[in-house]
Nanobody
Framework: QVQLEESGGGLVQAGGSLRLSCAASGRAFSSYAMGWFRQAPGKEREFVATTSRSIDITYYADSVKGRFTISRDDAKNTVLLQMISLKPEDTAIYYC?????????????????????WGQGTQVTVSS
């Protein structure tokens, strides 16, 4: 099992930046694919970004491409989401998630139902 805890959310003006961090505890962090998802009020949880186990592949939602960057440090059991040029529509609770899968499949890695472990989320609010 792995436990996940997000941090780094907050209030920022449009055009600003934030860096979210997800700290994982438990064994074999490097064996998990990691993803970031978000959920805005009244909307379903949606895919944001993901990185495979060996970080040989990353995927991004079209809405964040070029603005968000996912990275992981297996030595520190951490996955980051660097967000720049933030927009009001980025406002949501951001969740970190993990799945013990070795896959390059976008279908699997972008699907929240495929992830076994979730953090509690961190609020990101972008003001216009």
């Amino acid at each position: 099992q792995v436990q996940l805890e997000e941090s780094g959310g907050g209030l920022v003006q449009a055009g600003g930046s934030l860096r979210l961090s997800c700290a994982a505890s438990g064994r074999a962090f490097s064996s998990y694919a990691m993803g970031w998802f978000r959920q805005a009020p009244g909307k379903e949880r949606e895919f944001v970004a993901t990185t495979s186990r060996s970080i040989d592949i990353t995927y991004y939602a079209d809405s964040v491409k070029g603005r968000f960057t996912i990275s992981r440090d297996d030595a520190k059991n951490t996955v980051l989401l660097q967000m720049i040029s933030l927009k009001p529509e980025d406002t949501a609770i951001y969740y970190c998630a993990a799945v013990p899968a070795y896959t390059r499949s976008y279908f699997i890695l972008s699907n929240p139902s495929k992830y076994n472990y979730w953090g509690q989320g961190t609020q990101v609010t972008v003001s216009s």
